[in-house]
């Protein structure tokens, strides 16, 4: 007790002196809230981006490389391009990498349900030309008009996992057939589906009900195209009520195939599995995102052993990825910086001040240990000193902080913005020298950026325009950790200056 109330006797004898060590803390610790809270902002930023998006990889063919293998293959002066394929398996087995942060799949084939009137049936079934979703590889369909038979391969229906318009609100799900048991939902298992609520109520279904829906895989042979029939067994886990056609475009419909209403959302593994090697009409896609940018080429590597051909390339969307993070991981490189800098500059200063007071305290000091007080007891009154004061200037320091911490942030942002605008391009055209503003992500077509679309290449994200900073526990911890290590500081010094003289030296000196 008495450490503590000759300590805070001290602070108000030497008031100029702590108020000039109290200076030097307080702008340390205003400096270092300012940079740590907006070095681990972005650094949670950063992380989150990489989680929920990665890098997203681009196949895109070549089309000089395909016009040199066309020109290669050609005999008697014809040539013939065409566009390369992949095969659904494919998409599948380029999924499976330990270099990718996440894979989107999508699939898709006509399908008939044999059990189920179709929702304007009157209208006939589709053609047997594949509806072609984004990101479905183009060119695999078959044609309508079988020589054995111009009725066959027609389609009401399309067993389908495009989810994409409950995102924009033009589907969502409903519950007006939820019953005490069973509530509508989305299918999580093998074989189960949704179907629209005007398919449930043409056909008087409910939650629960089963049915069967068939469709086929096509090959090319010696004797011309072959089918295989394929089934599945579904069950009705949940209804979607649908806006996604406007009554115009209804009326307007060609076939029932073209309602949307028609459709039968299941899941990815349900449809691939029955994919047959060789064989089409289950239409897959995939977008790959990789964990970092940098893992491009190992990337590459990989699926070329697996069997992707020289006439494609593989890019990444590092716009986009640099787009959004490049302008943070500035920011946050200059908040580290800042916050090494301050911390150096200012233990130097600390420390300087520090030795000065024990300096000018010396002769009390010897005092002190000349009345019997131990080293340790007075370095501990000397530290709880320099405590207090970390203390008070902690608190109006976290206060000033986290007030200034923002506009400072906006200012540093926009200038990170600016550098990055500046370096990055507008649109890189993929497909190497000679390709062609055409190409395919994943397996699908990349359309143009006029209307609204992209090129290939195209930043397709946008940086963040407002970065937000804010003070979080851990950030509090830092802080204080550095508080008490700058106290610490002072307390080191103090021991190093009193041990290395005995009272009765001191007192001589002072005589």
Not at 146 to 161: G, M
Not at 252 to 275: G, Q
């Given at each position: 007790?008495?450490?503590?109330?000759?300590?805070?006797?001290?602070?108000?004898?030497?008031?100029?002196?702590?108020?000039?060590?109290?200076?030097?803390?307080?702008?340390?610790?205003?400096?270092?809230?300012?940079?740590?809270?907006?070095?681990?902002?972005?650094?949670?930023?950063?992380?989150?981006?990489?989680?929920?998006?990665?890098?997203?990889?681009?196949?895109?063919?070549?089309?000089?490389?395909?016009?040199?293998?066309?020109?290669?293959?050609?005999?008697?002066?014809?040539?013939?391009?065409?566009?390369?394929?992949?095969?659904?398996?494919?998409?599948?087995?380029?999924?499976?990498?330990?270099?990718?942060?996440?894979?989107?799949?999508?699939?898709?084939?006509?399908?008939?349900?044999?059990?189920?009137?179709?929702?304007?049936?009157?209208?006939?079934?589709?053609?047997?030309?594949?509806?072609?979703?984004?990101?479905?590889?183009?060119?695999?369909?078959?044609?309508?008009?079988?020589?054995?038979?111009?009725?066959?391969?027609?389609?009401?229906?399309?067993?389908?996992?495009?989810?994409?318009?409950?995102?924009?609100?033009?589907?969502?799900?409903?519950?007006?057939?939820?019953?005490?048991?069973?509530?509508?939902?989305?299918?999580?298992?093998?074989?189960?589906?949704?179907?629209?609520?005007?398919?449930?109520?043409?056909?008087?279904?409910?939650?629960g009900d089963t049915f069967t829906v068939t469709s086929e895989l096509m090959e090319t042979g010696e004797e011309g195209m072959m089918y295989t029939d394929i089934s599945w067994s579904m069950t009705v886990v949940g209804v979607f009520s649908d806006i996604t056609q406007t009554d115009d475009q209804?009326?307007?419909?060609?076939?029932?195939?073209?309602?949307?209403?028609?459709?039968?959302?299941?899941?990815?593994?349900?449809?691939?599995?029955?994919?047959?090697?060789?064989?089409?009409?289950?239409?897959?896609?995939?977008?790959?995102?990789?964990?970092?940018?940098?893992?491009?080429?190992?990337?590459?590597?990989?699926?070329?052993?697996?069997?992707?051909?020289?006439?494609?390339?593989?890019?990444?969307?590092?716009?986009?990825?640099?787009?959004?993070?490049?302008?943070v991981e500035g920011l946050k490189g200059v908040s580290l910086a800042f916050v090494v800098i301050v911390l150096i500059f200012g233990a130097i200063i600390l420390a300087l001040l520090s030795s000065i007071a024990i300096r000018e305290r010396k002769y009390e000091i010897g005092v002190l240990r000349?009345?019997?007080?131990?080293?340790?007891?007075?370095?501990?009154?000397?530290?709880?000193?320099?405590l207090a004061i970390t203390a008070v200037c902690l608190i109006l320091g976290l206060s000033l902080g986290v007030l200034a911490a923002q506009p400072v942030t906006n200012i540093l942002y926009e200038q990170q913005l600016a550098a990055v605008e500046d370096s990055t391009p507008g649109a890189v055209?993929?497909?190497?020298?000679?390709?062609?503003?055409?190409?395919?992500?994943?397996?699908?077509?990349?359309?143009?950026?006029?209307?609204?679309?992209?090129?290939?290449?195209?930043?397709?994200?946008?940086?963040?325009?407002?970065?937000?900073?804010?003070?979080?526990?851990?950030?509090?911890?830092?802080?204080?950790?550095?508080?008490?290590?700058?106290?610490?500081?002072?307390?080191?010094?103090?021991?190093?200056?009193?041990?290395?003289?005995?009272?009765?030296?001191?007192?001589?000196?002072?005589?």
């Open positions: 007790m008495y450490i503590i109330k000759n300590a805070m006797q001290n602070l108000a004898r030497n008031k100029g002196r702590n108020l000039m060590v109290g200076a030097i803390i307080f702008v340390i610790i205003v400096s270092v809230v300012t940079a740590l809270m907006i070095n681990n902002t972005a650094d949670g930023v950063i992380n989150d981006y990489k989680a929920r998006f990665g890098s997203e990889v681009r196949l895109s063919p070549n089309l000089q490389r395909i016009q040199e293998e066309a020109i290669r293959n050609s005999s008697g002066g014809g040539m013939r391009m065409s566009m390369p394929q992949l095969a659904a398996e494919d998409y599948v087995r380029f999924g499976q990498s330990d270099l990718l942060q996440k894979v989107d799949y999508s699939a898709s084939t006509n399908a008939n349900a044999s059990s189920l009137e179709a929702v304007n049936k009157d209208k006939g079934p589709g053609g047997g030309a594949m509806r072609v979703f984004v990101g479905a590889p183009v060119g695999s369909n078959p044609t309508s008009d079988s020589q054995d038979d111009p009725e066959a391969h027609q389609f009401y229906h399309r067993l389908t996992t495009n989810y994409s318009e409950f995102q924009d609100g033009t589907r969502q799900l409903d519950d007006s057939f939820d019953t005490d048991d069973l509530q509508s939902r989305f299918p999580e298992n093998n074989n189960e589906c949704i179907l629209s609520s005007d398919l449930m109520k043409l056909n008087g279904m409910k939650l209804l009326d307007n419909l060609r076939n029932a195939w073209e309602d949307k209403r028609n459709e039968i959302l299941t899941t990815f593994d349900t449809i691939v599995s029955e994919l047959q090697d060789g064989k089409t009409g289950i239409m897959v896609s995939a977008t790959y995102y990789l964990k970092e940018p940098e893992m491009l080429e190992a990337y590459e590597e990989e699926i070329r052993a697996l069997g992707l051909g020289d006439t494609w390339d593989v890019t990444t969307d590092s716009a986009s990825y640099n787009r959004v993070v490049k302008p000349a009345m019997g007080m131990k080293k340790l007891k007075v370095v501990a009154g000397l530290w709880t000193e320099t055209m993929y497909g190497g020298p000679g390709g062609g503003a055409s190409g395919v992500i994943a397996g699908g077509p990349v359309t143009s950026s006029m209307g609204g679309m992209r090129l290939p290449g195209m930043s397709a994200e946008e940086p963040l325009q407002d970065f937000d900073v804010s003070l979080n526990l851990i950030t509090i911890l830092e802080i204080i950790g550095i508080a008490l290590l700058l106290s610490s500081l002072a307390g080191i010094i103090s021991i190093s200056k009193i041990t290395k003289y005995e009272p009765i030296k001191i007192l001589m000196e002072r005589n």
